[in-house]
């Protein structure tokens, strides 16, 4: 504790002096006052006023009594040497196209003396291809993933931990958000932005057809009916061209029924009833009512439907819904609590920043995680963009709590969800479930028959 006690103060020393010298705070002018360097930095009075001694000792400040701390007039700004703080982003990126320009402003404001590049990395083989990047001499020191690419790091190789480097700002992160990527008490990835899969409905298609709209505690026959009054042929020539639900069979999206129905997809053999429960309820949407269009992967996004209005819901997440948004989306949608099962559950998303073992500052790429994660400019971001913070003061500062427990992360304060690593032993397990139910999304095999060889298998 008194190690870290020691880190603290020396930081803020470092960031002081390095805003004196690079000119970013003049001779003459007036540093925060405690109480705001206290706030700002997150660190208790004795800290910062430790790190005022050192700067003291050093003549870089001059303390006048009843006013404040001011630079010392004597000091000469020096033209440092510019640094460089190295980022690879998977693409495509929501979060990186939306988000991430407001970190790197406020970061370079911080630090002006050092510059951020950025450099797109794609999705597939994002690890050997970060890796093989490293060993040809390319530099970086920190990587923004979203959390599917998780599984694929080598915790050892990869990832830096991150416990000691949070200081205050752990404390008002979801702990759910916290846990899924620590191994062994230390701490990988640190989430930036987050989501639930959840229930996004058209309301003006609801108005439109004079149905109810999506009500608390909602059950699975209440969805059946609405989905079916909004499944339409809407010029008459026999074909239905609008559904009631855009159903996807992304590994990423589905599991959300199993999960409300009960099914621990770590130990199938145990739960084959309920696997059956959520197969035949899909199967009845989809061809016995044929109440809800099916989108499979490769053919379209997953969301055209629902932003074209040809489906009333759709499973989605509020990166997804803040992309659509942007896009001059026809409609405002809005939230409905899932209704597939008895269980509240679901499975949740995240966009993510991590050090290298590469990285050559490690306390600038610090810093930047800090900056992300810094209340302000998480607000910033999710008034902007739409986005949720990953901090729960400012998510119930910016959504009202209906829209939160909507969502499922208002109860208790806590998130709630698993995410996708969570679900499965490794990614191959998500690979093979997903062919093996090929045929079921043809409608061409019973709930039967592919919930009993899932859980053979």
């Not at 993933?145 to 990869?158: F, G, L, Q």
């Not at 640190?190 to 009500?215: E, K, L, R, W």
Request: with cysteine.
């Amino acid at each position: 504790m008194k190690r870290e006690h020691e880190y603290r103060y020396l930081r803020l020393a470092d960031i002081l002096r390095e805003q004196i010298l690079s000119g970013y705070i003049k001779p003459g002018q007036f540093l925060l006052s405690e109480n705001e360097l206290c706030k700002y930095y997150g660190m208790s009075r004795t800290s910062v006023r430790k790190s005022l001694d050192q700067l003291l000792k050093e003549g870089l400040i001059v303390k006048k009594v009843g006013q404040g701390t001011i630079v010392s007039p004597d000091v000469e700004a020096q033209a440092e040497k510019r640094r460089t703080l190295r980022i690879l982003a998977v693409t495509p990126s929501h979060y990186c196209d939306m988000a991430l320009t407001t970190v790197i402003e406020a970061f370079e404001r911080k630090y002006p003396t050092v510059d951020v590049k950025l450099l797109r990395m794609p999705s597939e083989q994002l690890w050997p291809t970060i890796r093989e990047s490293l060993e040809m001499g390319i530099e970086a020191d920190l990587v923004l993933v979203a959390d599917r690419h998780y599984k694929e790091a080598d915790p050892e190789r990869d990832c830096v931990e991150l416990n000691r480097m949070l200081d205050n700002s752990a404390d008002d992160i979801y702990p759910r958000l916290l846990e899924a990527f620590t191994l062994e008490d230390k701490l990988l990835a640190v989430p930036v932005t987050f989501s639930p899969i959840y229930m996004a409905y058209n309301p003006d298609m609801f108005d439109q057809y004079g149905v109810i709209h999506p009500f608390a505690n909602w059950t699975r026959e209440d969805f059946m009916r609405t989905a079916k009054q909004l499944t339409v042929d809407t010029d008459g020539d026999g074909i239905v061209d609008q559904y009631g639900f855009s159903l996807p069979s992304s590994m990423s999206r589905w599991p959300v029924i199993a999960l409300q129905n009960g099914v621990d997809f770590s130990d199938l053999k145990n739960n084959g009833d309920a696997l059956y429960t959520s197969f035949a309820f899909i199967h009845d949407m989809l061809y016995r009512q044929r109440s809800a269009t099916l989108h499979l992967p490769g053919r379209f996004q997953q969301y055209t439907a629902f932003m074209r209005q040809k489906a009333a819901m759709m499973l989605t997440t509020a990166i997804e819904i803040a992309h659509l948004k942007s896009g001059n989306m026809p409609f405002e949608p809005r939230v409905a609590q899932l209704p597939f099962g008895p269980e509240q559950s679901t499975m949740l998303i995240a966009n993510m920043l991590s050090i290298l073992p590469s990285c050559s500052d490690m306390e600038l790429a610090a810093q930047f995680i800090q900056t992300a994660l810094a209340p302000d400019i998480q607000e910033k971001i999710s008034r902007d963009t739409g986005f949720l913070s990953v901090l729960k003061s400012v998510n119930a500062k910016v959504w009202d709590r209906r829209h939160l427990e909507s969502l499922e992360i208002a109860r208790g304060e806590q998130a709630y969800g698993l995410f996708l690593h969570e679900l499965f032993d490794d990614t191959q397990s998500i690979v093979e479930i997903d062919n093996e139910m090929h045929l079921f999304w043809s409608g061409l095999e019973s709930a039967k028959d592919v919930s009993a060889r899932l859980v053979d298998k």
